[in-house]
Structures are given as C-alpha cells and as structure tokens.
C-alpha cells in the first residue's frame, strides 16, 4: 500500500523560506512510470500544481512559482522536499503531496496525502 | 497555460438524482483529463483519469466522457457520500491545471 505524507512548519513568517517534506512509503522513489507532485489550496480555493519530479530526477515547476520553487528528492530516505522561498500571506494554504502515476493518455495522481496546512503571518 | 472551466460552480441534488458537471478545456487536451472529488477538510480523491477510465474502487455509478476540450462526469444515482466538491484537471502540458470546483450539495 502506497502512502504519502506531509510534514512542515504551522507557522512561517513573512519573507521566510519554507520546507515542505513528503515521506512516501510502499514505493520506491526510484521507481520507473512515477513521479511525485506538490498541490496546494487556499482555504476555500481551488487546487493549485506547484511542481513534480520524476523518478529520473526530471523536474517541473508552476510557471507563476519557478523563480520561488526547489524540488528535490532523497532516495536514501524515499522523501520529497519542496522550498519555497520569499513567502508571503498568500501562500497560506494547505499543501498535499501525490503519487504521480505515469500514464500515456495523461499522467494522474493517484494517491495523495493528508495536506499539511501552512499559515504565514508574522 | 490552459484554462480549465467548470460549469456549474454548484448544484443542489437530491439523494438518487442523475448530476452532470461538466469541464472546458481553452485548448486541445486530447483525453488527458482527470476528475478528483473532495470532501471538506480532506485530500482529493482521483475518481477517473483519462477522460473514461475509472479508477480502482471507484463505484461504477461515476462515470466520464469527453475528447479535445469539452469532458463530462456523471454521476447516474446520487448517493449520500457524493455530496462533495469535484475538480476536473489536465496533465496534457506544463503547467499543470485545476478546474475551480463544483460543488455538490443537498437540495
């Protein structure tokens, strides 16, 4: 059973860079057709891709986020790590993290964690 | 970027009631749509990916259609467990794109 979760501060102040850990378990990271993808959603929003990396270290970022955004993968620990730099009130969201199954009519992400929820206030 | 539309923004049904909520697609996605449902205070759930295909363990009263830009989720008899929120989302091109939601609730 593949399961996924996220872990990370409550609170980030304003300015802050924050670091966001998604520790996936009952696959390997390094694991053909998979990728994993960070999401995230403002209370009350909609969902909102902010990146993925596959399992050949390939990387993707939201185009309105790449300048803030660093995805990363340690294989040793089978965990995913996203930064996001220079944050802001409006990054108050949820983030979840999701397996990313490799399909050739549309990657899908089929299994997500609970979310963690973030807030940035100073 | 492509722009996922979803009409309607919400609905009230009743227990039983057949509900179509439908996504728009600004360019050709061919069948690299998703629909996701989410109920308050969880993660989503994928539902059916590729348009049609449902995934494991979803109930076959869920069902999906639709090719280029204009895709369908049906649900043919509400249950109490579907009053919820359902994303459709495309993975055709980077960036990747959500829908803004339906939601689903009691009439």
């Known amino acids: 059973q593949v399961t996924l979760k996220e872990s990370g501060p409550v609170l980030v102040k304003p300015t802050e860079t924050l670091t966001l850990t998604c520790t996936v378990s009952?696959?390997?990271?390094?694991?053909?057709?998979?990728?994993v993808s960070w999401i995230r959603q403002p209370p009350g929003k909609a969902l909102e891709w902010l990146a993925h990396?596959?399992?050949?270290?390939?990387?993707t970022y939201s185009t309105s986020l790449k300048s803030r955004l660093t995805i990363s993968k340690d294989t040793s620990k089978n965990q995913v790590v996203l930064t996001m730099s220079n944050v802001d009130p409006v990054d108050t969201a949820t983030y979840y993290c999701?397996?990313?199954?490799?399909?050739?009519?549309?990657?899908?992400?089929?299994?997500w964690g609970n979310g963690t929820t973030v807030t940035v206030s100073s | 970027d492509i722009e996922l539309t979803q009409s309607p923004s919400s609905l009230s049904a009743s227990v039983g009631d057949r509900v179509t909520i439908t996504c728009r697609a600004s360019?050709?996605?061919?069948?690299?749509l998703h629909w996701y449902q989410q109920k308050p205070g969880k993660a989503p759930k994928l539902l059916i990916y590729?348009?049609?295909i449902l995934q494991s363990g979803v109930p076959s009263r869920f069902s999906g259609s639709g090719s280029g830009t204009d895709f369908t989720l049906t649900i043919s008899a509400l249950r109490p467990e579907d009053f919820a929120t359902y994303f459709c989302?495309?993975?055709?091109?980077?960036?990747?794109?959500f829908g803004p939601g339906t939601q689903v609730d009691v009439k």
């Open positions: 989302h495309q993975s055709y091109s980077t960036p990747l794109t």
């Open positions: 009952g696959v390997s990271l390094s694991s053909a057709g998979m990728a």
């Open positions: 990396i596959f399992s050949n270290d390939e990387k």
């Open positions: 999701a397996r990313t199954t490799l399909f050739y009519r549309g990657d899908y992400m089929d299994v």
């Open positions: 590729a348009s049609s």
């Open positions: 360019h050709n996605i061919s069948d690299f």
